[in-house]
């Protein structure tokens, strides 16, 4: 299949991963956020199959994705899913984070929690995102909720930082 552009679109592979996704109850305007989605790789040809046809089966037919490029492995332009092509936008200035689905004429914003965040950080992220009340943005939610698994010793040491003298402060100084 060959999309209006004249390429072929990236075909995913048979098996779809089920998306870790948690969806708020109906779509609001009053809410900046959907939900939020947590890709288990940064693989997009992987992960977003299984995201797009979870959307389609909850709000409609998906018909084009908007992402940032940061943090993902590679931004084809096109994917095969469900037997049509769906197409993927890619800007630089997308927040990082922020994943939007267009849905037959509407559109859900998702928060997309990196895929090496912790467990608890995670669902508590996904979960403020899909709240209907929440008024928390992409960048807040992500700075709240998620960090690296597990910080290297030299990362703790370097979040310990004196403000004055501009050198760093032992782990011993801290405590």
Known sequence: MWNAAGRKPVLAGS?????RLCLGPVP????????????????PVAELPGLIRTID????????LMLGPAGWDSQPQWLSVAGRAVPLDWFPGQPAGLLTAFCNGDRIDLLVVPAGSGEAGA??????A??????SRVPDIL???TSPAQ???TEIELSVWE???GRLASLTDAT
């Open 163 to 165: 403000s004055e003298g």
């Open 123 to 128: 669902l508590g992220a996904m979960d403020l």
């Open 151 to 153: 910080a290297t010793e």
């Open 57 to 64: 089966d909850r709000h409609g037919r998906v018909t084009r």
């Open 130 to 135: 899909a709240q209907a009340v929440s008024l």
């Open 15 to 19: 098996a779809l991963s089920v998306p």
């Open 143 to 145: 700075a709240t909720f």
């Open 28 to 43: 609001s305007r009053r809410t900046l956020l959907g939900g939020g989605w947590r890709p288990r790789s940064a693989d």
